[in-house]
């Protein structure tokens, strides 16, 4: 995907106008601030479920027989697992994802941003930043978005 955005839009001019209909929008999060490993986390407003698909990552993990998930492109695989995945951010305070399954054949990990929502967090984008807050507690800021029109 990324090699297909010609060039990043740091901010679009009072007079910008998009057209929902017929452009296509991509948004991805090229850094999210958190401790760890390289791979990241992009979350998806879209998706029903956490996902993860490296089983070192899970705190707690229950194995799963005959249990599938239905991914945005329209065909079904197989979930090998559930359990909680702990995120530890740079600003020392951690998240734990609950239910988290495991699909091996994903390749990046999801978070859903549906499910942050019911748990009563509040989530922002804006300033190409995009910014997760419970209560009074900033967890994650400071997170630039790459956008690209296609």
């Given amino acids: 995907m990324a090699k297909k955005c010609k060039s990043m839009h740091k901010s679009v001019g009072s007079n910008a ?4 209909t017929s452009e296509q929008f991509i948004a ?3 850094e ?4 760890g490993g390289s791979d990241g986390w992009w979350i998806n407003t879209g ?3 956490h996902v993860c698909y490296d089983r070192a990552m899970f705190k707690t993990y229950t194995n ?3 249990k599938k998930v239905l991914l945005g492109d329209a065909h079904t695989t197989n979930v090998t697992g559930i359990g909680d995945v702990e995120l530890n951010f740079t600003s020392r305070k951690t998240l734990i994802l609950k239910n988290v399954m495991r699909v091996p054949e994903i ?3 999801l978070v859903s941003g549906f499910l942050l929502n019911k748990a009563g967090f509040s989530q922002s984008i804006g300033e190409d930043l995009y ?5 009074v507690y900033l967890l994650g800021k400071d997170m630039p978005l790459m956008t690209c029109l296609s």
Avoid: F, G, Y
Avoid at 17 to 20: A, E, M, S, Y
Avoid at 32 to 35: K, L, R, S, T, Y
Avoid at 131 to 135: C, S, V
């Fill in 17 to 20: 106008q998009i057209n929902l």
């Fill in 28 to 30: 991805m999060i090229a």
């Fill in 32 to 35: 999210i601030n958190m401790v």
């Fill in 47 to 49: 998706a029903s479920r």
């Fill in 64 to 66: 799963a027989e005959d």
């Fill in 107 to 109: 390749r990046k990990n």
């Fill in 131 to 135: 910014t997760i807050i419970k209560m």
